[in-house]
Each structure stands twice: as structure tokens, then as C-alpha cells.
């Protein structure tokens, strides 16, 4: 992998509050809607130790984070092409070494990724579920927050939690929200309606919807079949709202190209 790089890297990250909102298949499909349009993407797993991207893209692991961390491995080794001007860099599952990382040695790991980043027009990091994997992503130079949760009250209140925690530590940072498996638009929008009014009266801070994504068994049923994943998933009516969302998409012609 020879990507040769001429301007800024925008960074988006992924995070929910809770576990089972859709975040890594919105993760994707952002990536993907991107690459779509030219631009040298990097999709990043940042579960360090409940990894799945490389499950679902049906992608085979080359090395280990741990041996980039112990200085044995180079992080652009690990970097996988997935499809044109898309890229995945895994990450691990079940790695003892990971799991008792320090906080020093997660930073040290964290600059050697964002290092790597730099050489991509784009990256977007799928943080772990839960506010400290999303707080930490987003400390790491994200240029925005993309948060996905769901319409039941569980999943907006750990929403709401995470926003409270994002907005003490990167208050500089947007934040954009897609409500995913809303069974209708309606939905979709109450729930974020009820979300940015906490967010305003409580944490006086904005929330910029990106979409409503509903719920639809074709995304089901790409997840069961890693082989055609991405091409079924990008077939769907929530890959079209996100090709419509943009967020920064849209941002002028690729300025970068292939070595």
C-alpha cells in the first residue's frame, strides 16, 4: 500500500453510547459513500479488542496492532484494500496484550495510527461502543463525531450521556446524529428532536441530524454474508440517505493520488 498525500486528512469518528445501534455498518457505509466519490479512504477499527470490520468486510488479518505497538510491526503492514480508494486497517479480538494496555501505551498506539492517517484524504474511525473508546478517538485530531443510536430511551439516554462527555473534552468538535433502525421518518426525527433538546437545555450544546436511517432486513441479511457485504449493503435505502447526508463528502475534488 503507496498512498502519496497533498493536503489535510479529515477524520470522522463512530461512536454510540450503548452496543447494537448499527454503528459499524454506518461506519461503512460513511467510508464506502466516500470512496464513491474518489476520495483515498482509510476505515479504521478502533475496537482494540472486540474487532469485527475485518469479519464483516470479509477481509484477512496480515500481522497484528500488537506488534506495531512493541515496535515489531509497521501499522501500514496491517492495511488491507477492501475496494477502490477504500482501505481497512483490523484490528484484533481476544488479544491479551491489548487487553491490559496502559493509558500511556494506548496514547503511544493512538499517535502511531494517526501518523498512519495522514497518508489518506480521509479517515474514518469506528470507535468502540460506550464513552471512553469515543472520547479518546475524538481527542485524536477528529475534525467531527458522528453518533448513532436508536429511538428507544436506552439507547438515547447513553447517547445523551456520551454527548455530555464529548462536550467537556472536545467542545470544538460538531457533533452529528443518525437515528438508525427508526421504523418510520417520523420516528426517526422525534427522537432526535428529544435528544437536541436535552443537549441545548442541559449541555448548551447543538446537535446536527445527518439522517434517519430505517430499519431494513437487507442490511440483516448482508451482515450473514461477509463475501457480498458491502456490495448488498451499498444497495440499501440507508446507503442512499448517507450518500445524501454528504457531511463533508462534499468537500472539493480528491487533491491526492495513488504512488
Known sequence: MQIQTTGETSRIVVGSGKGGVGKSVVSVLLAAAAAERGREVLLLDGEQNLANLHVLLGVGARGSIESVLSGRG???????????????????????????????????LHCRLVELSRRFEMVVVDAGAGIEGVVRAAMMGADRVVLVTMPEPTALMDAHALIKILSLQVPHVPIHVFVN????????????????????????RRLHLAGVLLEESPIAAAVREPRHFLARLMQTR?????REARLDLEIAEPTRSRA
Open 238 to 242: 440507508a446507503a442512499q440517505t448517507i
Open 74 to 108: 509497521r501499522a501500514e503492514d496491517l492495511v488491507q484494500p477492501v475496494t477502490e480508494n477504500l482501505w481497512l486497517l483490523p484490528s484484533e479480538s481476544g488479544a491479551e496484550g491489548l487487553y491490559a494496555l496502559g493509558a500511556l501505551e494506548r496514547a503511544r
Open 181 to 204: 433502525r427508526s421504523a418510520d421518518q417520523e420516528e426517526g426525527e422525534g427522537a432526535f428532536l428529544r435528544l437536541s433538546a436535552a443537549s441545548e437545555q442541559f449541555l448548551d
